[in-house]
Structures are given as structure tokens and as C-alpha cells.
């Protein structure tokens, strides 16, 4: 199925330099996402998410509403946008949610409680929208790998006409500058910054399953330090027992009673990390909110 997503993206892109609307930005009643970024993102796109934000959680209060996960849908559009809305999600410590190339009928369950506008174009994340969900503390894909693709960031033909060639070369190094210390600034490997320039404006690199788990799937690994060292009081034998244990039920391997008893202990012992994480996450964000709203 990759090479229908690569075909609907390039054809996005081409359309996208002669002006394309706002992204779509809503208030999902979906249960598990809070907000819905769906479109090609376009300059004021920052301000209505950061409104759309405030609408939700309207004053300094803190409630669970103010902790919105944020759905990405959406082909690209502009780098520049996309970096801003990128920094106002890791300033309040938000998460984002990827589309996935699970099963087809999977796919349609989640594009018709999402009430996506146009899933054809937008059921990706491509391009400035990779920018976006490199923000999040928190990157998810809700079913199978994230649909997560880059190319070289580029300026519109109708910037290019305003510019004379010594600007347009001064104005490229730019543009690079800008992408790496943002990718740094993200906790994103360098090594992404040369790979999305080497890759042609008008073609997709999709970051592989392999990719993705290590780099970008979850929580980012300074956060994910840090909540390991405040919740996860495992030694270190009980890690390697429940990585054990897992690995012979993954392999279809039965446990035998003495294991079965460890292993029931040690979902205990995960049980209350896990609530640990949750309550430290929950925390950050509240105070990430705290902050943001503080005059």
C-alpha cells in the first residue's frame, strides 16, 4: 500500500505551492483525541491551534481537557508554520497521534470517528507535517506503522520569484540552519536532517518501521529517562525476567507454574509504574499549562 501513499502525497505537494487552504483544526468528540490537525498547514495555522487550545482550557484552571492529544492528518504544507505549531506542542507537553497503515477496515473505523474531511489526501503525515509530530513528548500510531514521510524542505515558485540567485542561495542555507536546530532542539538524530535533504522536493521518504520504533515511537528518551528513574523500580534480574517471559508467550511458549506466579508479580510491579508515568505525565502538562497561561 505504500506506493498509493506516495503517489497521493506527490500529487499533494505539486498542488500545494499554488496556495491550498488552511488546515482543518477541530475539537474531536472522539474520546481519545481532544484535537484534530487534518490539511495542508498554511501560515495562521499556529494561531488557530494555539486559540483552538485556548477555547478548550479558557482560563488558568487546570483540567483533564487542557491535556489534548492532537491527531495529525495531514500532506504538509509550510515548514516555517509547521516548526512553530511543532514548539507550542512540546511547550505544553502535549502528544500527537500518527495515521497508520493497519488493516483497511481498521483504517475506515478510525477515519469515520474521526469524521475526516478528506482521508484520501490527508491519512499521512508528510512533509512540514513531520516537523509537527517530531514536537510531541509523546508519538503514537494508532494502528500498524506511522504513515510518517520526509523530503527536502523548499520554498514556494512564488517565493523564488521574489528573490535574485545570491538569495536564493543565502535563503536555502537558512532554511537548513532552521530545519537542524529545530530536529536538535526535538531530540531528533542528526542523521534525519541529511537524509530529508537528500531526498527530492517532489518525492517521499516514508521512515521505516525499524525507524520509527527507534527514534521515534513513544515517549522521547529524555522524558522516558526521566520517568524510568522516578517509576520503574524493577532491579535489573526482574527486567530480564519479564523481557524473558514475554519473549516465550510472543513465541507461543507456555510458562510453567512457578513462572506464571513471577510473571503475574512482576504485571503488579508494572501496573504501578505505569500509574506512576501516567500521574508524572499529567503533572508536566499541568504545570507545562500553568506556565504557558501565566501573564
Avoid at 85 to 100: A, D, S, T, Y
Avoid at 130 to 158: Q, S
Avoid at 163 to 172: C, K, N, P
Amino acid at each position: 500500500m505504500r506506493w498509493i501513499y506516495r503517489l497521493l502525497a506527490a500529487a499533494c505537494f505539486i498542488c500545494s505551492c499554488t496556495g491550498a487552504d488552511a488546515a482543518d483544526m477541530k475539537i474531536s468528540d472522539h474520546p481519545q483525541y481532544n484535537i484534530i490537525l487534518e490539511g495542508t498547514i498554511v501560515k495562521g495555522d499556529y494561531d488557530k491551534l494555539r486559540n483552538l487550545i485556548e477555547e478548550i482550557c479558557p482560563d488558568n484552571s487546570w483540567s483533564t481537557l487542557c491535556s489534548s492529544d492532537i491527531y495529525l492528518a495531514s500532506p504538509g504544507g509550510s515548514v516555517i508554520e509547521a516548526i512553530k505549531i511543532g514548539r507550542l506542542i512540546r511547550k505544553l507537553r502535549l502528544e500527537v497521534q500518527i495515521p497508520g497503515d493497519g488493516p483497511p477496515d481498521l483504517r475506515q473505523q478510525i477515519i469515520a470517528a474521526l469524521k475526516l474531511q478528506n482521508p484520501q489526501t490527508n491519512y499521512l503525515c508528510a512533509s512540514a507535517c513531520f516537523f509537527v509530530a517530531v514536537g510531541g513528548i509523546e508519538r503514537n500510531a494508532a494502528i500498524g506503522n506511522a504513515i510518517l514521510g520526509i523530503h527536502r524542505p523548499y520554498m514556494t515558485d512564488a517565493d523564488l520569484k521574489n528573490l535574485g540567485a545570491d538569495q536564493v542561495t543565502a535563503s536555502t542555507a537558512q532554511l537548513r540552519g532552521i530545519v537542524e536546530m529545530y530536529l536538535k532542539e526535538m531530540g531528533v538524530p542528526a542523521r534525519y536532517a541529511d537524509l530529508m535533504f537528500s531526498i527530492p522536493k517532489d518525492q517521499i521518504r516514508w521512515i521505516t518501521k525499524a525507524e520509527y520504533r527507534a527514534d521515534f515511537d513513544g515517549l522521547v528518551p529524555a522524558l522516558r529517562e526521566r520517568l524510568g528513574a522516578r517509576c520503574d523500580n524493577r532491579t535489573e534480574a526482574e527486567r530480564r525476567l519479564e523481557d524473558l517471559f514475554e519473549a516465550k508467550v510472543a513465541y507461543g511458549e507456555k510458562l510453567n507454574a512457578e513462572e506464571q506466579t513471577m510473571r503475574s508479580a512482576l504485571a503488579t510491579k508494572s501496573m504501578s509504574r505505569v500509574q506512576c508515568e501516567s500521574a508524572s505525565k499529567e503533572k508536566m502538562r499541568e504545570d507545562a499549562w500553568k506556565a504557558y497561561r501565566r501573564p
